[in-house]
Every structure is written in structure tokens, then in C-alpha cells.
């Protein structure tokens, strides 16, 4: 890529979409396209076919996706499953036959085995059933991740897919219902602060580990792929360290300062009980993250905007 490169950014309203675009245009990038949903509905192959003729870039960075925390992924699985199969078909093949020289699809560490060995190896992706509350999400991502592999053995075309832990940062979802862990707990703890409440519930038993990477590192780590890989294999994207949901609650409920209890609701799913990435596939090509869970949380609670909570 130079810096008059044409790049298009799939999802650039998202989370992780509107910190590649932060990335690019810090590194002197002007020539970014993207759409809204209601410009573009990428789940409409017509649509998605007549926007690259038109547009023709030469760069794609596929962000875009319905996504969401462990109940959204649960409830809403025809639409996680039939909303990202569209998207990734429509984008990947009109990418394909509009000549788009790289790009680079993002999936989820959920597309592993529920019971992979920790840290999960990029090798064991369908050696195991999958978490039952994200199978959907999890197929859809995994027919992604094939189809970047397959047009390259095919048509040689250089996609690449990389699979990011969890992540949080600006522009969260801050869903009770339907957003990830992080951003849900801060606005639990929050609101329990503001209204004086004595406890604030948990989902789950607070035992699962989760890694946690600040969505500035994945943009990072998204633009050194793209200048630096070139392979049919998946590559992970962890920040290398996890922690139990109850330390993670733990950590918000200090930095948020509520003084109340934790209470954890064991009739709400756990979701797979570990989930911690090998990434040293990248840390070895040179890449690793600069934001420690603490600062990134910090950050997160100071900038996010509290008014509709
Ligand atoms: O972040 P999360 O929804 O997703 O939940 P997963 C992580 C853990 O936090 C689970 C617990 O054990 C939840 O039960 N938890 C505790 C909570 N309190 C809460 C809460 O208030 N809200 C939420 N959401 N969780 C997702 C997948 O799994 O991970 C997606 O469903 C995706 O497909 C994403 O892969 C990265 O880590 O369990």
C-alpha cells in the first residue's frame, strides 16, 4: 500500500472498522472509501458487485459483520450465521472479480474448539466441536477464513485472514443484552456507582478466562499484516495474557470505583471455559501490543460517553 492507495474499510462504523480507519489516516492514508449499512447493504450480492465496479479499490479491509457478546451470539444465530455468511461471500468473491490486489478478512478466536489446547495454535482450527452459544458466528467466520484460502490456491488472489481475541475499545457496544463482557460491565458498574446500588450482577460463574486486546492494537497489528503478510495461513492476534471474568470484574468495579458486591448469576452461560491465543505466528514477524489491560480500560471508562446510561 502507499499512501494513495485506494482501500476500501468493510464495517468502518464499528469498533474495529473506525480504528483501522484511525490507523490509516495517522499513517498519511487519504484515499479511504466506505459505506453505511443503509448506503450499502453488503448482505445484497447486487449491491455489493455494482459497488466494487463502480469503486474498483485496490485494498480491502473486511471489518464489517454482525457481531455480539455471548447472549446477542445465542439468541440471534439465524442472523449471525445468514448476515456474515452474505457479507464475506459478497465482499471476498467481488473482490476477487474486481481485481483487488489484498485484502485482508477478520474473524474471531471463537472459530476454534471449544476445548482447544491453551494457547490455541492457529493449527487447531476444526480439530473439535465448536462452543455451542457461538456455532453460527463461529461457522460463518470459519466459511471466511476458507474462502480467503481457497480463492488464493484457486485464482491466487492475496487474501489473508487474521483471527483477533477478544476485543474492546472506542466505539463499544454498550448493549446490556447484546454487547461482549467489558463494555457490559462497565456500564453495570457505572450505573450501580450513580444510583447508589449495593451489588452489581455477573453473568456466569466468573470462572472463564478470557484475553482482552484494546482494538488500537488489533488496528495496528491489521495494518502491519497487510504491509508484511502474505500467507494462505490464518494468523492470531492476542495480547498474550488472560484473567478470569471475576478478576476482569474485579479490575472494572476498581477503576470505575463502585464499592458495592459482586454477585454472579450462574443460570447465564459461560461459553467456552478458556480462550487464550498462541500469537506467536505475529510476535515473531515483529509485531505485539502497547495498551496493558488496566490503561485500555482506564481509557475506555474516562472517554466513553455515559449520558444514555
Ligand atoms: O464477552 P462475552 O459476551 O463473550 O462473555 P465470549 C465473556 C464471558 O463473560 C462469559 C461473562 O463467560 C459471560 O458469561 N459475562 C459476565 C458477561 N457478565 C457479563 C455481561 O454482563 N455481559 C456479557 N456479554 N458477558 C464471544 C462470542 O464469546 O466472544 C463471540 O460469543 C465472539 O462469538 C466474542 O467470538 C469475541 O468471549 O464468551
Redesign the pocket.
Known sequence: MNTNSKIYIAGHQGMVGSAIVRKLQNEGYTNLVYRTSKELDLTDQSAVKAFFESERPEYVFLAAAK?????A?NIYRGQFLYENLMIEANVIHQAYTAGVEKLLFLG???IYPKFADQPIHEDSLLTGALEP??EP??IAKIAGIKLCETYRDQYGSDFISAMPT??YGLNDNYD?NN????P??IR?FHSAKINGDKEVV???TGS?L?EFLHVDDLAEACFFLMENYSDGQTINVGFGSDLS?KELAETVKAVVGFEGKLVFDAS?????PK?LMDSSRLRKLGWKPKIDLLDGIRSVYDSVDKSGW
Open positions: 457481531v455480539g457478546g455471548i447472549n451470539n474471531s478466536s471463537c452459544t457461538n458466528y463461529a477478544n476485543l446490556l454487547s461482549h463482557v467489558l457490559a460491565l453495570k455477573v453473568w456466569g472463564p478470557r471474568i447465564k452461560p459461560d461459553g467456552t480462550k
